[in-house]
């Protein structure tokens, strides 16, 4: 309904205002948000089994391309670290809801069995990351038994 007012060039001006500032909100919010998503970190599983022959990591990085994965050991300690970034940006429209993961990730596996660390083997294919580790007899040697000293 109609309040019988007249609206002036002020009132006119001042919803207009009303409505940048509503749109450069949701704008600005949207930035933040995206900023927030590339620097946070997210969780990986992983599924970890063996043979008589290896050990198999296995763990789903869907959208993640392989030059963003580092895999290294670190003396009996799988690390597999990386970043899954956003795919897309739709600067032009701001977003109600965003439920893709992205950001870094970083998974420490303990490996409690002797491996070859020269022959690890890794493939990544149709976003599941599958790495091969040669198991071999214990590198340290035999255990020597205790004597008693007299």
Do not use: W
């Amino acid at each position: 309904m109609s309040s019988g007012k007249k609206k002036t060039g002020y009132d006119q001006l001042f919803n207009i205002q009303k409505e940048m500032s509503l749109i450069l909100n949701d704008f600005t919010s949207t930035q933040q948000h995206l900023q927030t998503l590339q620097h946070r970190s997210i969780d990986i599983a992983l599924d970890v089994f063996e043979t008589d022959e290896y050990i198999y990591i296995r763990t789903e990085l869907p959208g993640v391309k392989k030059e963003d994965i580092q895999l290294y050991m670190l003396r009996d300690v799988l690390v597999i670290e990386g970043e899954k970034k956003l795919a897309y940006r739709d600067e032009s429209c701001a977003y109600l809801n965003m439920e893709l993961q992205v950001g870094r990730f970083k998974r420490d596996i303990e490996i409690g069995k002797p491996i070859n660390v020269q022959n690890i083997k890794a493939k990544l294919e149709n976003g599941v990351l599958q790495v091969m580790l040669e198991k071999i007899s214990d590198r340290r040697g035999r255990r020597m038994d205790y004597y008693s000293i007299s």
